[in-house]
């Protein structure tokens, strides 16, 4: 198998070159699912919860399998089920909302070895659709061989979280192979400072013919004007935390959020999840072996560690410090003029694979000033994700990404030295609740511009949304938009010179005062209930009424 | 702007919608939005050219005292615009409280009656009451299709 693989650029090229090309594809990331399962000791190790939230690995065994043959048969791409017990069982993952939200449920998993040979079963299943699906370029949303590079993409997302998994099974539970052998370089940390990043302006998101496999959340734009900050040179190191350590920050509210301290509380964590306190002396774990604490490798917490790392080192220095909010990152990533995964010749930081299966020294991969930019591990952002304007859900896939839009899951940028595929590219954009453990750590920004939250979100109110289908959805059995036909004779029957101020009584979600607003100098909506009225406001945000905003994605 | 609708059972879409896609975008900034009691209306609420009741007099709980006030805010020569499905709420509004709908004497008192019998003091009617449909979409296969009646009142110089 090939280690290094490149997502495929779907907007050209020769479609049976194409065809070939994804059918390497499918089957390299096939492999390095198994190649993966190759860390655990034994048959027994597949059925230990790693973590009490989720499920055990023989669930991610299965699951990315059966995701193929449950999204083809949706798409009507495939008419016949492979084993209904195995693609219902093995369909959905555990979606842990809080760090109590204990994952009870009792399942009766099958053997490992009836798993393996499902697998195989899907294996010669896809291979033979990726030989025979007619296949026409571009491929786009609607194109069949989408939904295959959905269920690569997918597996690809899963290498990653399973590997955090196996990092947290006991150590004798798994055995260290040649092909995940870990960076064996570590040493002195070096010691961080603040370099200047320029203001301008970033453009985020993608359009629907960018030329690369996308989930939904990353279509559409949002342009934001970055003014200048200061960037740490390093990702905060192991050693530049221990400083919050010793400084007893785990145990100093005034540092956390609250959020972060009811975590901590919970969880009566003393230091992050992946270091070893060994009588006097730290040792770390990584995917599959336990070495000596690298001090001068990142450091993997979660936000919430994160976060309160920086209000210390803020108090500590007098120096506004925080995380990048998701723009901020582009604006490094823009500066830095990183080519992005399909384009670069050999990966300009510690992802994608191309190196070792580990993290490795903050100092080692330089971009311009500043040190992985991408690639080492995962960043996490002071943003919680949201959608871009112009955002649409895949229709095959429609809770991959509006689950999330509730400002409880933060963004993560970058990748990490495992992030392959879509993972690896700029404009991917995962988002995990504050406290989940990924391969993820922070760099820290200085700035004086607050964070301002998404307020975007979709209005979800029983009582609210049909006003919102009434005022702004399309026309029904032929019948027109009644509020812009009682606009519309409020305007005839008012005369030019006297539409100064317009009153409009019980205005909902706004239709009817906007209409008024096309010739009256005023007009003021007003509502008994002010949840109605939230949505009439949100037409107001100039993300909705940019012009250059609205491409809409098909 | 985002919202959710309910398809069927559990299953909700997705949609968003931009000022631009009607025409809106460069009028945004005239207007406001505030929250109000329309059958106890302060007193900042007035001088207005045209005042639109878009289904809320069947909506608060004194419909009479609104429509016996509301002229008080309104500009010379301006107009009243009601639109209503007289589908007054019974668990809002006192059964005396009603603008209509009900007998009076032993006879039918319809809801025009009353509003004309009201609005009438103040306003002169221009032309005829007209019916408009809407439709209240419950989900994807369940809709409410209304008729408002709406009239137009030209204020008394
Ligand atoms: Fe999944």
Redesign the interface.
């Known amino acids: 198998m090939q280690r290094v693989t490149k997502t495929i650029n779907l907007q050209s090229g020769d479609p049976e070159e194409k065809r070939k090309e994804i059918l390497m594809y499918f089957h390299n990331s096939f492999d390095l699912e198994e190649k993966l399962f190759e860390t655990l000791r034994g048959d027994d190790s597949y059925f230990l919860r790693a973590d009490p939230l989720r499920h055990p690995l023989i669930f991610y065994f299965g699951h990315t399998a059966v995701f193929y043959i449950n999204k083809l048969v949706l798409a009507r791409i495939l008419d016949k089920r492979i084993d209904p017990k195995f693609e219902s069982m093995f369909a959905v993952g555990v979606d842990e909302m809080s760090w109590d939200d204990l994952n009870k449920a009792h399942y009766d998993w099958p053997i490992v070895e009836a798993v393996r040979s499902y697998r195989n079963k899907v294996r010669n299943t896809i291979d033979r659709l990726i030989k025979q699906l007619p296949l026409t370029m571009p491929i786009g949303w609607g194109n069949p061989f989408w939904i295959i590079m959905m269920g690569i993409e997918h597996s690809r997302i899963h290498v990653e979280t399973s590997s955090v998994l196996i990092r947290q099974l006991p150590r004798d539970e798994v055995v260290q192979t040649d092909f995940w052998d870990y960076c064996h370089e570590q040493g002195i940390s070096p010691e961080n400072e603040l370099l200047p990043v320029p203001s301008g302006q970033v453009k985020l998101g993608k359009v629907k013919d960018h030329s690369i496999y996308g989930w939904d959340c990353e279509y559409g734009s949002r342009k934001v004007n970055i003014k200048g900050f200061n960037a740490s040179k390093f990702l905060v190191s192991n050693h530049e935390f221990l400083k919050f350590i010793e400084a007893n920050g785990y145990h100093k509210k005034e540092f956390w959020t609250e959020e972060g301290w009811n975590w901590k509380e919970f969880q009566q964590a003393e230091f992050p999840r992946f270091w070893i306190k060994e009588e006097e002396c730290w040792k770390f774990r990584t995917m599959a072996s336990i070495v000596n604490m690298p001090w001068n490798w990142p450091v993997e917490v979660n936000y919430l560690e994160a976060k309160a790392f920086c209000n210390w080192l803020s108090k500590e220095t007098g120096i506004n410090l925080r995380l990048p909010t998701e723009a901020e990152w582009y604006r490094l990533h823009d500066q830095s003029n990183i080519p992005d995964q399909p384009e670069w010749e050999k990966a300009p930081g510690n992802i994608n694979l191309e190196y070792k299966a580990s993290p490795c020294p903050v100092d080692k991969f330089k971009f311009d000033d500043l040190y992985d930019v991408i690639g080492n591990v995962w960043q996490w952002t002071d943003m919680p994700i949201d959608?871009f304007?112009?955002?649409?859900?895949h229709p095959l896939y429609?809770d991959f990404s509006?689950p999330t839009f509730d400002n409880r899951h933060n963004l993560i940028k970058g990748g990490s030295w495992i992030s392959t595929g879509n993972e690896s590219t700029k404009h991917a954009r995962y988002a995990f609740r504050r406290h989940f453990y990924q391969h993820a750590g922070f760099r820290y920004i200085e700035t004086d511009q607050p964070v301002i939250l998404p307020e975007?979100?979709?209005?979800?109110e029983?009582d609210?949304?049909?006003y919102?289908?009434?005022h702004?959805?399309e026309d029904?059995?032929g019948?027109p938009n009644?509020?812009k036909?009682?606009?519309d004779?409020?305007l005839n029957?008012?005369e030019k010179n006297?539409?100064?101020?317009?009153?409009?009584?019980?205005?909902?979600?706004?239709r009817?005062?906007?209409?008024?607003?096309?010739k009256?100098?005023?007009?003021?909506?007003?509502?008994?209930?002010?949840r109605h009225?939230k949505?009439?406001?949100?037409?107001?945000?100039k993300e909705?009424?940019?012009?250059l905003?609205?491409k809409k994605v098909t | 702007m985002r919202y959710t609708l309910k398809e069927e059972g559990n299953l909700i879409s997705y949609h968003e919608k931009h000022l631009t896609d009607f025409g809106l975008a460069e009028f945004a900034g005239k207007v406001d939005f505030l929250q109000g009691d329309i059958s106890n209306l302060i007193a900042k609420f007035k001088n207005y050219d045209l005042v639109l009741v878009e289904n809320a007099i069947e909506q608060t709980y004194d419909p009479i005292k609104f429509l016996k006030m509301i002229h008080k805010r309104m500009n010379k020569n301006s107009t009243l615009i009601i639109a209503s499905t007289y589908n007054w709420k019974e668990n809002i509004i006192e059964s005396e409280k009603r603008v209509g709908g009900f007998r009076k004497d032993g006879e039918s008192f319809t809801s025009l009656d009353g509003l004309t019998e009201i609005l009438s003091k103040y306003f002169l009617l221009e032309g005829q009451q007209i019916d408009i449909p809407f439709i209240y979409r419950e989900n994807a296969r369940m809709f409410k299709h209304y008729f408002s009646q709406v009239m137009i009142w030209r204020k008394k110089s």
């Not at chain 1, 100064?500 to 706004?510: D, E, M, R």
Request: proline share 4%.
């Open positions: 959608a304007p112009g955002f649409d859900v429609d509006t975007n979100l979709y209005e979800e029983p609210v949304t049909p919102c289908d009434m702004w959805g029904k059995f019948i009644y509020q036909t009682l606009a004779l409020a029957f008012t006297s539409r100064q101020h317009a009153l409009s009584i019980g205005c909902k979600v706004g009817t005062a906007f209409e008024l607003a096309r009256f100098n005023k007009v003021t909506g007003l509502d008994f209930t002010v009225l949505a009439g406001v949100a037409m107001q945000n909705y009424c940019d012009i905003s609205r």
